[in-house]
C-alpha cells in the first residue's frame, strides 16, 4: 500500500474499533421494533418483554381493533394473527417466545420430575456397518419381498430395560437446566465440538428439548476453524511475490548472488511461520492436543507452493484473484468433503482434516494413516517448489505472456535439451501425485452418484485426467520445440513418459492405494496395477494417440487428442472390469 493510503486505514481502524465498543455496550439492533403486537394481557406482555421485535400495545378491555392494525393480536389468551408473511413471521417469533417462557416455568417448579417426566441417558456405539462388500460383486443388502412379512434372520438377545434411577438429585438436574436457559443449541452443538473436555455428571441425562440430532456435518466447523486462517496468509505471501513482480522491486535480489530456493525460503518464512502460530493457538484454545500439527503441516506447504506458484504465473492482480479463487475451491474441496464422511467410511482418510477431527475425538491415529493422508501434499508440494524454483529468475518474473503459454514455459523449463526423454521420464513421476489427487477427488464428487452412473462417470474422467496428464510433456515440445519431435523421437519421447508413469504408480501405490483399494471406486481407477507389462501398454498407445494427432493435425487438436486417448484408455479398463480378460 502506498504512504497517502495509511492515514486513511489508521482512521477507518480506529472507527472500526469505536464501533465495536459501541456495538459491544449497547448490542445490535437491527430487528427492533419490526412486529408490532397488541394485547389484553399482562403476562403475554411479560412474555415478550425481553424480544426487542415486538412493539407492544396494552389494549383496554373490551375494545376490539380493527384487522390490520396489528401484526399480531392477543386476546382472551386467544392469538389472532394475519396470512400475509409479515404477521406469520411475527407468529413464529411469539411461539418461541412462548416457548422459552414455559421451560423458564418448567425450570423453576417445586417438583421437577413432574415438569419432565421423560430424562434421556445418550449412548454411543461404533457402527459396524461394511461398505466394501461389494468389492468382491457381491450385494450389500437383499431387497424384500413385499409377499412375505420380515422377520429377522438371527436370533437378538433381549435388552434389558434401564432401572429407571437417576443418580443425580434433582437440584442438580435444576442446576443444569438453568444454566442452558439462554444458550442457543443449534451455536452450542458447534462449539461442543471443538471442545475436548469430557462431559461431567451434570450432562449425564437430558429432557428431549436438549437432544440435538447427530449430523455428520459437524465436522464442517473444523475446515472453518483451521483451514481457512491457514489459507487467507497464504494469500499474502501470494501477494507479496506479485507485487515485487509488477514494481519489480526482486530484479536487485535476483541480482545476488544467491541461489533461488535460498530467496524463495526466506520469502516465505515469516508466512510459514505465522501459519503455525495461528494453528498452535487454534489447538491451544480448543485444548487438543498439539499433534493436530502434524497433518496441517503438508497443508501448510501444500498452499504456500500453490501460493509461490500462482503469483509467479499471473499477469496482473485481477488475473491473480480468479486463479486463487479456483484454486482455493479445489483445495478446500479436497480438504473438506471428505472429512464430512469421518467415522463414516474410508474415503475420508484421504483428507489431512480427518486425522485433526480424530485427534480431537481422541481417536487413534497409526503411522501408516498419516502416510496415507499426507503424502500426495507433500509430494505435490515439493513438485510445485521445484517448479517455481527452476523459473525464479528474470526471464520468467518479469513477462506477461498469457497464462496457458507462461505454464508452457515454466514446464520447457525443466526439460533438459540434452537429455530431453529422462526430463519426460522425471516429469511423468512428478505429475502422479496431482493425477491420484485429481482422482480422488473425483472419487468424493462421485461417491454419493447412483451406480452404475458413478463408475461410469469415474471411468472416463479419471482417463482423460491420466491422459491430460501424460500429455503435457508432448504438448509442450510440439509447442516450443517442434523441430525435436519426429516420429523417431516421438515414439521414444513416448515410451519414457509411459515408463515414468507407472513406476510413479508403483512408487504411490503402497502409501496411497491400499485403503481405497478395497472399495469398487478403487477397483475401478487402479485395476491392473499388478500386471506391469498392460499398464506400460496403456501408457504408452495412450501418449502416442496424443501425440500422432498433434503432430498430423496440430496442437490446435489438443482436445479432440485427448478425447480419442480416452476413449482407448476406458475400453482398457473395462476390458479388465466386466471381466472380458476371461
Not at 428431549?208 to 473444523?222: K, N
Not at 507485487?243 to 508466512?271: C, D, M, Q, W
Request: proline share 5%; aromatic share 14%; charged share 15%.
Amino acid at each position: 500500500m502506498s504512504k497517502e493510503a495509511l492515514p486513511v486505514i489508521v482512521a477507518l481502524f480506529i472507527a472500526l474499533i469505536i464501533a465495536t465498543g459501541f456495538s459491544q455496550q449497547s448490542g445490535i439492533h437491527l430487528q427492533d421494533d419490526i412486529y408490532t403486537i397488541g394485547t389484553d394481557s399482562e403476562e403475554v406482555l411479560s412474555i415478550i418483554a425481553g424480544d426487542n421485535r415486538f412493539s407492544a400495545y396494552k389494549i383496554p378491555d373490551g375494545y376490539v381493533p380493527s384487522e390490520g392494525t396489528f401484526d399480531l393480536l392477543v386476546l382472551q389468551d386467544i392469538v389472532y394473527s394475519l396470512p400475509d408473511d409479515r404477521s406469520q413471521a411475527a407468529l413464529g417469533a411469539f411461539e418461541k417466545d412462548y416457548s422459552r417462557y414455559q421451560i423458564y416455568v418448567y425450570n423453576r417448579e417445586e417438583d421437577l420430575y413432574a415438569a419432565y417426566p421423560l430424562w434421556i441417558e445418550e449412548q454411543f456405539v461404533i457402527s459396524d456397518i461394511d461398505f466394501i462388500a461389494t468389492q468382491s460383486g457381491q450385494r450389500a443388502f437383499a431387497p424384500p419381498n413385499p409377499r412375505i412379512k420380515p422377520y429377522p434372520d438371527n436370533d437378538y438377545p433381549t435388552l434389558e430395560y434401564p432401572s429407571g434411577d437417576i443418580d443425580i438429585s434433582a437440584e442438580e438436574l435444576r442446576k443444569q437446566l438453568l444454566s442452558g436457559e439462554n444458550v442457543d443449541k443449534n451455536v452450542q452443538r458447534y462449539t461442543d465440538v471443538l471442545s475436548s473436555s469430557s462431559s461431567d455428571t451434570i450432562t449425564k441425562f437430558k429432557t428431549p428439548a436438549q437432544l440435538t440430532p447427530s449430523l455428520p456435518f459437524d465436522s464442517i466447523i473444523l475446515v472453518f476453524v483451521f483451514i481457512f486462517p491457514l489459507y487467507f496468509t497464504s494469500q499474502f505471501f501470494m501477494m507479496s511475490i506479485m507485487n515485487e513482480r509488477i514494481e519489480r522491486n526482486g530484479e536487485a535480489l535476483l541480482s545476488t548472488p544467491i541461489k533461488p530456493y535460498l530467496i524463495i525460503i526466506g520469502k516465505a518464512l515469516p508466512y510459514f511461520l505465522m501459519m503455525l502460530v495461528i494453528s498452535t493457538i487454534l489447538t491451544l484454545l480448543i485444548e487438543s492436543p498439539l499433534l493436530i500439527l502434524l497433518p496441517l503441516f503438508p497443508v501448510i506447504l501444500f498452499f504456500l507452493s500453490a501460493a509461490l506458484l500462482i503469483g509467479m504465473i499471473s499477469r496482473s492482480f485481477k488475473e491473480l484473484s480468479f486463479i486463487s479463487i479456483f484454486f482455493s475451491t479445489i483445495a478446500t474441496s479436497y480438504l473438506f468433503f471428505p472429512s464430512i464422511f469421518a467415522n463414516i467410511h474410508v474415503i475420508s482418510a484421504i483428507s489431512p482434516l480427518t486425522l485433526v477431527i480424530y485427534q480431537i475425538q481422541g481417536d487413534p491415529v497409526t503411522f501408516y494413516d498419516y502416510v496415507y493422508s499426507t503424502s500426495l501434499f507433500f509430494l505435490t508440494s515439493a513438485a510445485v517448489f521445484y517448479l517455481a524454483v527452476k523459473n525464479f529468475n528474470e526471464e520468467r518474473l518479469f513477462n506477461y505472456h498469457k497464462l496457458l503459454l507462461r505454464m508452457m514455459e515454466f514446464i520447457d523449463s525443466v526439460i533438459s535439451k540434452e537429455w530431453t526423454n529422462t526430463s519426460l521420464f522425471g516429469i511423468s513421476i512428478c505429475t502422479i501425485p496431482f493425477v491420484f489427487m485429481a482422482q480422488l477427488m473425483l472419487l468424493v464428487l462421485l461417491f454419493n452418484f447412483p451406480m452404475p452412473y458413478s463408475i461410469i462417470l469415474l471411468l472416463i474422467l479419471a482417463a482423460f485426467i491420466e491422459e491430460f496428464a501424460k500429455s503435457i510433456g508432448i504438448f509442450t515440445l510440439i509447442s516450443k520445440r517442434p523441430h525435436y519431435l519426429t516420429w523417431k523421437n516421438l515414439i521414444f519421447a513416448s515410451f519414457a513418459v509411459a515408463a515414468g508413469f507407472l513406476v510413479g504408480e508403483k512408487l504411490l501405490l503402497f502409501a496411497t492405494l491400499a485403503e481405497i483399494s478395497d472399495s469398487i471406486f478403487g477397483a475401478v481407477l487402479f485395476a491392473s496395477l499388478h500386471v506391469l507389462w498392460l499398464p506400460l501398454s496403456l501408457h504408452l498407445i495412450g501418449v502416442l494417440t496424443t501425440g500422432a494427432v498433434l503432430k498430423i493435425a496440430g496442437k490446435r487438436f489438443f482436445v479432440p487428442a485427448l478425447i480419442l486417448a480416452t476413449v482407448v484408455h476406458s475400453l482398457y479398463n473395462l476390458y479388465f472390469i466386466l471381466g472380458w480378460s476371461g
